[in-house]
């Protein structure tokens, strides 16, 4: 909860969050109430769109997975995975990176380059993906400065891209938390405030794949929209096969021998 005093010197907050409570006091210089609206009034309050916004998958490598420890890793692969099958849904042009694959961390997910089997690699020695000419290129090119980004590790990769893409490049940083992750719990949520404090924002795979749907009139991608749900979505999707099954009378989505009816022992 944030409350703001028009004329007073000090912007006074307190935000309660996964990474812990802090409050924080920001020089106000007098603002009036107009201009604390302006300042509200920012490109951040837009919704993602398939329009707007890029995603980057950032050394989504065995390796790298191996010293994950703020996630648990077939969660983490999960949600990167159906993060990748949202953004080839909505047609997001989506970047695949990674950090010496050959001498270190291994290629990239199978069930990543699944999804795009015919996109380029755009193979790293830096820590920090800004850093490689080919990553700022493959950026600038769609003219899209929303930058949804997926990575491993939080602290290392996801936060030094952040900080140098938006002081740099002027990007807006969009921050999948549940398909990221850290070498320890302490490392991956520090390194979230970090970058929240720095504007990031936080989001997660199913809230960017749902803000990209919007409306569930939007047909042309509601069925494609659903499978990844009844796939990647745990309870939800469990839910959704469910209603289609019992309450809508849908078959069942996959097909399977035949059903032997209860015979009583005896």
Same mark, same amino acid.
């Given at each position: 909860?944030?409350?703001?005093?028009?004329?007073? $010197?000090?912007?006074?907050?307190?935000?309660? *969050?996964?990474?812990?409570?802090?409050?924080?006091?920001?020089?106000?210089? !007098?603002?009036? !109430?107009? &201009?604390?609206?302006?300042?509200?009034d920012?490109v951040?309050? @837009?919704?993602?769109?398939?329009?707007?916004?890029?995603?980057?998958?950032? /050394?989504?490598?065995?390796?790298?997975?191996?010293?994950? &420890?703020?996630? /648990?890793?077939?969660?983490?692969?999960?949600?990167v995975? %159906?993060l990748a099958?949202?953004?080839?849904v909505?047609?997001?042009?989506?970047?695949?990176?990674?950090? @010496? *694959? $050959?001498?270190?961390?291994? +290629? +990239?997910?199978?069930?990543?380059?699944?999804?795009?089997?015919?996109? +380029?690699?755009?193979?790293?020695? *830096?820590?920090?993906?800004?850093? /490689?000419?080919?990553? =700022?290129? %493959?950026?600038?090119?769609?003219?899209?400065?929303?930058?949804?980004?997926?990575?491993?590790?939080?602290?290392?990769?996801?936060?030094?891209f952040?900080?140098?893409?938006?002081?740099?490049?002027?990007?807006?940083?969009?921050?999948?938390?549940?398909?990221?992750?850290?070498?320890?719990v302490?490392?991956? !949520?520090?390194?979230m405030?970090?970058?929240?404090? %720095?504007?990031?924002?936080?989001?997660?795979?199913?809230?960017?794949?749902?803000?990209?749907? =919007?409306?569930?009139a939007?047909r042309?991608?509601?069925?494609?929209?659903?499978?990844?749900?009844?796939?990647?979505?745990?309870?939800?999707g469990?839910g959704? /096969?469910?209603?289609?099954?019992?309450?809508?009378?849908a078959?069942?989505?996959?097909?399977?021998g035949?059903?032997?009816e209860?015979?009583?022992?005896?």
């Amino acid at each position: 909860m944030t409350a703001y005093t028009s004329g007073s $010197k000090y912007v006074n907050a307190r935000t309660t *969050s996964p990474y812990g409570s802090y409050q924080a006091e920001t020089l106000c210089l !007098n603002r009036s !109430n107009s &201009q604390m609206e302006a300042i509200l009034d920012n490109v951040k309050l @837009e919704q993602l769109s398939p329009q707007n916004s890029q995603l980057i998958i950032i /050394d989504q490598q065995p390796q790298m997975a191996f010293g994950v &420890q703020s996630i /648990d890793r077939q969660v983490l692969k999960n949600n990167v995975v %159906a993060l990748a099958k949202a953004a080839k849904v909505f047609n997001v042009p989506t970047i695949i990176t990674t950090v @010496e *694959s $050959k001498s270190f961390s291994g +290629p +990239p997910f199978p069930e990543l380059l699944a999804v795009y089997p015919e996109a +380029p690699i755009l193979e790293r020695t *830096s820590m920090n993906s800004w850093d /490689d000419q080919k990553v =700022r290129d %493959a950026l600038a090119k769609t003219g899209r400065k929303k930058v949804i980004v997926s990575g491993l590790w939080t602290e290392v990769c996801n936060n030094s891209f952040s900080l140098a893409a938006m002081r740099e490049g002027g990007y807006e940083i969009y921050m999948v938390e549940d398909a990221s992750g850290g070498t320890s719990v302490a490392a991956h !949520n520090y390194s979230m405030l970090r970058m929240i404090q %720095a504007g990031v924002v936080p989001v997660t795979w199913q809230q960017v794949m749902l803000e990209w749907q =919007r409306d569930w009139a939007h047909r042309e991608t509601y069925d494609a929209v659903m499978n990844i749900v009844k796939e990647h979505s745990g309870a939800y999707g469990m839910g959704v /096969d469910y209603a289609y099954t019992m309450v809508h009378k849908a078959p069942e989505r996959v097909a399977h021998g035949p059903v032997l009816e209860p015979v009583v022992a005896g």
